[in-house]
């Protein structure tokens, strides 16, 4: 016991050291932006910049250093050769330059969460360091190398039967209370999930995997990895993360800062078209229609219908000349126009300036003597302001807006009848709106597909995008000079710098460039919840990543409609045509191992293509089934079972979460119960909902969150609009499921062996 006992003193020694370097480099950060600030406003705007540009890194340096406070070393690995390397949040080295912690992207960290004692890699010990705030509360130990290892007093044990890496340190990162807030893994990856975040960047990796087998996580990880080990590229062009819904993506927002790493642009598909936002509310059906991949030729089509021939020839008398607009000369430009494959507006100039070339021939055929250049530039342009001859050209070639062109599509029946010929009537029916009607998340893909069609005219952006390109490296071989007569070296990079060089004025990040630009395009991108975007929403987000390097993950017993995705091959394959690749993760983390199997039974009675699913944890009564006799009792049952629930939260150490996941139609009537039941001040909403201690949601809100307790209301109700919604659902907890029932349970629920309580 002494032996363990001076170990932690010795573990203790090494951490406040750790941390005495962090407050030392806070400090130092910290004064170096005093002393920016204290120069003020004063000087050249050149000098005035630099500072701006010195003042926002010191800002972020500082905001990272924050960041990682908690659990800043967590690991440490003994090498065969008697080194010992620490692992943590990020890397740290003392004055000289040495190092102090490794981070745990970097190479050297990589055995603390591959190496096994079959492949042990050089390394006789990994240790995981256990702490609260800044003391360290216990050490477990892995012994890898068993020959290597002669040091008596330690408690170490060779054996891992488990498979799992750290287990205590797992398990009990398991068991945690819910925050309503996703953690970081850092301190316990496991080697499955190592191998994932680690992926080389190219090409579209896809991750499935059951529920609360980490992807979240995982994808989170990897994009900070990714972030870390191709900083220069990724840093310039910026990573999108793609999440299924705001909530959700509030869900996540703690994780990328405590790993370092602000920068990333989160959003979720209904948001991906700047300024525009998708607050329309439509069927599943209608969102089915225009989430399918045939819906690009309905777009093409309504595109090409808007090049059109007219009828029959136009006279137009100008300065006293008659010109013809003929069926033939139109049909002739339109087809020159077209050659070049440009976008519809911008291929337009092309089809006017064509249109005027033949007309001022008709007109000087006309005149009977030949035009100097300039007589003739004059007559195109008063053909050009000719109001007449406007209005015909723009009905032959009509300059759009994305907005315009989808609008028309729903607004006017013929236009969707001739765009969307393999659309029965009754679908067109179901599609067809008032123009004015607000834009839902599934228009979103059609209007970026429509912009691309369109086209904008972004000439002025590309130019200004080849200048930066040129000024690059002069502000890089600049910002390193200026580092280096500023003695900052260490702390900042000349990438960096210079990047805050070229953006102050109005201060933009790259992310905030890239979110404000539809045609931006990342050099990475993941996707959550991934089975959920339509063959549409794939079209779109595919633009933004020419590269194709993307982190995929998702669950395909998981998807909620019919827009989804059922199979990886079925949706990824027409689109990536074999260049993407299939990783699973195997290993439940989240749910008791009782709720786990309950919920698989019932996805696979509604053959649900179920990934396999070991669960890392049993929880004592963790299913729990409460019938009511009848209908009306339902909701003051639920508001009751989660009140027990809220009870036997609190009087544990580490409080929780609540979550009461009903079908739509039972919100407001739970609501009422929990109303009566004196429950609604535990209630979140808004914008806090998930920092509440109870919260009152459907299905498909729940969607990749996670709390200590679900109660469950109706469940086959949930499972007949949805069996991926009723597998969701079933799978949110992490120690317990309460099912409130008054309906049949769904098949597959019970087994003699469920174990559950009744009641
Ligand atoms: N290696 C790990 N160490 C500690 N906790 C982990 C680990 N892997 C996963 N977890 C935890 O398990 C829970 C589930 O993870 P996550 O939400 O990423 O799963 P998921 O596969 O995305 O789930 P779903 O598909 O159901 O949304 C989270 O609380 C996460 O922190």
Sequence with gaps: MAGRESELRGEQDTVDRLYDRLDALRAQTRERLREVRREGPSGSPQNRSERDAFATLYEDRIAQLEAVEDRLAFG????TDGEQRYIGRIGLTDADHSSLLTDWRAPAAQAFYRATAAHADGIVRRRHLITRGRAVTGIEDEVLDLDAIGAPG????????????GEGALLAALAAGRTGRMGD?????????????RADLAGALVVQGGPGTGKTAVALHRAAYLLYSHRRLLERSGVLLIGPSRVFLRYIDQVLPSLGET?????????????????????????????RAGFAQVVARAVRQRQRVPAGPEEFKVDGNTVVITPHDVTEAIVRARRNHRPHNLARVTFVRDMLSRLAEQYVTQLGYPLAADERGDVLEELRSDRGIRIALNLAWMPLTPQKLIEDLFAKPARLAAAAPGLSAAERALLARPAGSPWTPADVPLLDEAAELLGEDDQAARVQARLDATNRTAELDYARRVLASSGNEGLVSAELLADRFANTGPRLTTAERAAADRSWTYAHVVVDEAQELSAMAWRMLLRRVPTRSMTIVGDVAQTSTQTGARSWAGMLEPLLRGAWRLTELTVNYRTPAAVAEAAQRVARAAHLPVSSLTSAREVDDALVVEAVPDDAGLAGRVAASADVALATLATGAEGGRVAIIAPGARISTVRDALRT????????????????PLILLTPREAKGLEFDVVVLVEPSEVGAASAGDLYVAMTRPTRQLRVVHHAELPDGFHTPSTGDRLF
């Excluded at 440490?76 to 090498?79: A, G």
């Excluded at 330690?154 to 890496?165: I, K, V, W």
């Excluded at 039941?677 to 509440?692: K, N, P, R, Y």
């Design 154 to 165: 330690s408690d170490e044990t060779g054996d891992h039967l488990s498979g799992l890496t």
């Design 76 to 79: 440490r690995l003994d090498l």
């Design 677 to 692: 039941a004196g429950l609604d001040e535990h209630l979140g909403s808004g914008a806090t909902v998930l920092d509440a």
């Design 185 to 197: 893994i850092v301190a316990t990856i496991q080697a499955e999930q190592d191998a994932i975040i």
């Design 263 to 291: 920068g990333v642009v989160t959003t979720t598909i209904a948001e991906l078209y700047p300024r525009l936002e998708a607050t329309g509310v439509e069927s599943e059906t209608v969102a089915e229609i225009k989430g």
